[in-house]
């Protein structure tokens, strides 16, 4: 499975390296990759390295700042299993479909999209319309992947969630 770990901003000098937006939890879960994918095409990493919030990537094929204007907006891609992460984090994709639970009990519905930002903006699909909530510590999160369920703090949930009520048209 790939997982998406940023989007081409720029070539990078003259040489084909490519500044790319940082999509993952930081350098050290990329540090040790060997290839990505753009438009389906696999490419060998030469060299990679972190600034600014940004990654850079030196790859086979892209020895020249035209060729690597090419590739200027392209998503890029890294096997799942090339990312190196702790054993209590996870993938945004593992999260999708997650049941929402509140310390209380109350089933809330399922997490429909993750929004990343500074704060993640967790999007959940409730019988009241669409919630949206930041992924905030004082929520006391429990995510567990296995059972494909994410617990929150009761109160602070109520304090942070905003609803989107359905209308005719949802």
């Known amino acids: 499975m790939k997982i998406l770990i940023g989007v081409v901003l720029r070539p990078q000098g003259i040489n084909g390296e490519l500044k790319i937006t940082d999509l993952t939890d ?3 879960a990329v540090r040790n990759l060997s290839c990505v994918y753009m438009d389906g095409e696999e490419f060998k990493v030469m060299k990679i390295s972190a600034r600014d919030n940004c990654l850079y990537l030196c790859l ?5 700042r035209n060729t690597a204007e090419l590739y200027r ?6 096997d799942r299993e090339e990312i190196e992460k702790d054993d209590d984090s996870y993938f945004i994709e593992d999260v999708i479909g997650c049941e929402l639970v509140l310390s209380s009990g109350k089933k809330m519905g399922k997490i429909k999209n993750v929004y990343t930002s ?3 903006i967790y999007e959940v699909e409730t019988i009241e319309g669409d919630a949206s909530f930041p992924f905030l510590k004082k929520l006391s999160p429990i ?4 059972n494909k369920t994410i617990t929150v703090d009761a109160k602070a949930f109520t304090e942070v969630v905003l609803y989107k009520e359905k209308t005719d048209a949802d």
Do not use: A, P, Q, T
């Not at 086979?60 to 020249?64: N, S």
């Not at 907006?73 to 890294?78: D, I, N, P, Q």
């Not at 995510?143 to 296995?146: A, F, G, L, P, S």
């Open 118 to 120: 500074n704060v993640d």
């Open 73 to 78: 907006g392209k998503e890029v891609f890294c």
């Open 60 to 64: 086979r094929g892209i020895f020249d």
């Open 26 to 28: 930081g350098f050290d």
């Open 143 to 146: 995510v567990d992947i296995e």
